[in-house]
């Protein structure tokens, strides 16, 4: 199963980064430490959660539930979304779709 998207992959990966940044402790799923999450400016922390967006978009399309972090993702293909959870709170959705 992949995840089914219309929206520019771009803009996607974009969403997600700005999401996962809201997941306390994302940064660990990489196998980060504090200390080097820290030490990064916050621009070279976006492109760490961009790279991490684009693991867990493909890997969403395989597994529907990723936990990272304190948190997890969810691929809703009802929706055409991606829930981004938090403590049992959504924190942030990412549409896969043009409006």
Excluded: C
């Excluded at 199963?1 to 996607?12: G, H, L």
């Excluded at 999401?19 to 430490?33: C, F, G, K, Q, V």
């Excluded at 070279?44 to 529907?64: C, H, I, P, S, T």
């Amino acid at each position: 199963m992949a995840v089914s998207f219309t929206r520019p992959y771009k803009a996607i990966l974009d969403d997600m980064s700005e999401a996962l940044i809201r997941i306390p402790n994302a940064y660990t799923s990489l196998d980060m430490e504090q200390d080097d999450w820290t030490g990064l400016t916050s621009e070279e922390q976006k492109e760490v959660m961009e790279a991490l967006a684009d693991d867990l978009f493909y890997g969403l399309g395989k597994e529907r539930l990723q936990f990272i972090g304190d948190g997890s993702i969810h691929y809703d293909r009802e929706f055409n979304h991606f829930e981004f959870m938090f403590n049992n709170e959504t924190v942030a959705v990412v549409g896969l779709k043009e409006e």
